[in-house]
């Protein structure tokens, strides 16, 4: 049986673009932004993006491609059989960021429903209560999961990639108009001044915490760290520049995440709702209960989630792609009955976190950073010490001058500085969850302790480091 590939290079990327595009960019990132002083956190979001989530990113599109093969087999197929082990941490990642990835892709399709009929115009705080679990949750995050299944059923090229090519450039248009119309709001300046205008005492003052919270961010919006890029980049026939192909990704992610911004933030303030209230719920309470006010209400809020849900289903499709891939890779399961089985777990685990907020929260919120941080820094720790010169002869394959300067910093990047930085965040995540609160310095001379150790294990003579 040949393997799947993608009919082109644009189908790649869009696809890849979709993963990155989804609830993190609507819903996680304003609501994170509101939380963590606004512009203070932009600024270093969007640092932490350039100077980790890209090249992390690089790190798993250069084992995919090589490999030819998903996460878990791409690991043995690069250094043997014992290297397997390696892909269940990603693999996990995977199925714990779906588990209520659906949920939620639940919650917006009865939003998109809602709007049209106004159902949670007049108390929306009450009406999210009411439907954020239990039974019609239940069977909205079905409804939602058998949608994705069937897009990844019907295949890498004629599922995902045509879905996603008609999906990303929708999402677009529409963000922009809703953007455009947002600026015509009485009030929205303030919307910008807000999401703009930088708090230099409060970054100064909430450094740690900001930057962990932008670190876990930066990951979930860039899909890295669950196996998505090392199986979308296993898809590939042909080398071109995975530099270009991943700062092409990561800047439309991070363009479509700010436009988010710009047009949820001018709505909120217009209407003088405070943005930091809600939490999780702010995009449904505080937004969604904003649409009530306003002139064309209901079209604006159908607008709304139907951008909302087009990008949540693009990345629960990649989600879903893992252990799918995982299931026809490795045990020459047919896609039809990977895609049947693999479902039939999620609609079990969905079911669980669909019914049980705690177990949402835990997923979502705590369990979700870590395994992508984990996943993440498997794969770069490997490309680093285990692939060494292989990584760079892989991602030098296809790029341009520019790119190739830069292959040997990111080589030491990803090697040592990105795993460092990604284990402090994943000890001080810890330890701010544990309640017991660590020193800033001790945590980097722990993390950089572990990675040592980590090295010292791995390292093989193939390694240029
Ligand atoms: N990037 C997606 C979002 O921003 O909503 C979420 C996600 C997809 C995270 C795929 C991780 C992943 F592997």
Redesign the pocket.
Known sequence: MTRASWRTRIGFILAAVG???????V???PWLTAENGGAAFLVLYLAVIVLVGVPGLLGELVIGRRARTSTVGAFEALAGRNWRALGAVPLL??VV?LSF?TVVGGWIVRYLVGSATGAYFDAPAQYFAAIDHGLGAVGFHVLFLAVTAAVVYAGVDRGIELATTVMVPAIVVVLVGLAAWAATLPGAGAGYDFYLALDVAYLRENFLDVLAAAAGQA???????????VTYASYLDEDRSLAADGTIIAGL?TGIGLLAGLSIFPVLFALDVAPGSGGPGALFISLAGSFASLPYGRVIGIAFFAVIAL??LS??I??LE?PVAFLVDEYGVSRGRSTALVGSGFLATGTVAALSPSAFALLADTI?NLA?TAGLVGFLLFDGWVLGRDALEEYELGAGRLARLAGTPWLYAVAFVLPVFLTFTFLSAVTTTAGVPVEGTTLAALAAAAVIACIVVLRRPSSVL
């Open positions: 993963s990155a595009v989804g609830l993190g960019n819903w996680r990132f990642a995977s960021v990835y990951l979930f919006t860039l899909s890295v760290g669950a196996g998505v890029m992610n990008a949540a990345s629960a990649s989600l893992v979700a992508l």
